[in-house]
């Protein structure tokens, strides 16, 4: 199992991007985002995401660096199987004073969004994403050492393959230009519960 970037799929490419085996670049596309119903009403399906497809449990990691300059610009990592089942992490820029570090899971065509504030002062952040069959955990770190956990959760929809990788989107007037390093699979680290 690694990452590999003959592997990668693209859901809404993008006009710009590079692509190398270290590193990733994606320039968002003005009102691009990913979200289901929830409280706006609304349906976005249209962020910019490149996913590769695992059918076994994994540990996936990934360093993500980005100069954000409109609200509700982000980037980070995510799942998408379908447009209703899918799920999101990233920092979501809010303003001068305070940024939302957060995440989105969508099932069966309903988006929940769980969030922290954090200074908008911080442009960097380390994602890692384990999977065990339906559950899944997701940590944050600000230095790619020290991990913590932001959630646990479960994909309704009976998944076989994976498809996992990171996306960028700016659901404004917006374009900015995010960065991704250091990705990484692995076996999954996620040690099984015991009481």
């Given at each position: 199992?690694?990452?590999?970037?003959?592997?990668?799929?693209?859901?809404?490419?993008?006009?710009?991007?590079?692509?190398?085996?270290?590193?990733?670049?994606?320039?968002?596309?003005?009102?691009?985002?990913?979200?289901?119903?929830?409280?706006?009403?609304?349906?976005?399906?249209?962020?910019?995401?490149?996913?590769?497809?695992?059918?076994?449990?994994?540990?996936?990691?990934?360093?993500?660096?980005?100069?954000?300059?409109?609200?509700?610009?982000?980037?980070?990592?995510?799942?998408?199987?379908?447009?209703?089942?899918?799920f999101?992490?990233?920092?979501?820029?809010?303003?001068?004073?305070?940024?939302?570090?957060?995440?989105?899971?969508?099932?069966?065509?309903?988006?929940?969004?769980?969030?922290?504030?954090?200074?908008?002062?911080?442009?960097?952040?380390?994602?890692?994403?384990?999977?065990?069959?339906?559950?899944f955990?997701?940590?944050?770190?600000?230095?790619?050492?020290?991990?913590?956990?932001?959630?646990?959760?479960?994909?309704?929809?009976?998944?076989?393959?994976?498809n996992?990788?990171?996306?960028?989107?700016?659901?404004?007037?917006?374009?900015?230009?995010?960065?991704?390093?250091?990705?990484?699979?692995?076996?999954?680290?996620?040690?099984?519960?015991?009481?």
């Amino acid at each position: 199992m690694e990452f590999n970037i003959s592997k990668l799929t693209w859901l809404n490419k993008p006009k710009k991007f590079d692509i190398s085996e270290k590193i990733i670049i994606i320039v968002t596309e003005p009102k691009t985002d990913f979200w289901q119903k929830t409280y706006y009403g609304f349906s976005h399906d249209n962020a910019h995401a490149l996913v590769q497809s695992i059918d076994e449990d994994f540990t996936f990691s990934v360093k993500t660096y980005f100069n954000v300059k409109k609200p509700y610009d982000q980037c980070g990592v995510t799942i998408y199987q379908d447009n209703k089942n899918w799920f999101k992490a990233s920092i979501e820029y809010e303003n001068k004073q305070y940024s939302k570090l957060g995440s989105v899971v969508t099932n069966i065509g309903y988006s929940d969004w769980s969030t922290e504030e954090i200074s908008t002062d911080i442009n960097t952040m380390w994602y890692r994403l384990s999977r065990k069959g339906q559950d899944f955990l997701i940590e944050n770190s600000y230095d790619g050492l020290k991990f913590k956990q932001m959630r646990i959760f479960h994909m309704h929809k009976l998944i076989d393959k994976v498809n996992v990788g990171i996306y960028a989107c700016s659901p404004m007037v917006s374009s900015f230009t995010a960065v991704f390093t250091n990705m990484n699979f692995a076996n999954c680290i996620w040690q099984k519960h015991s009481f």
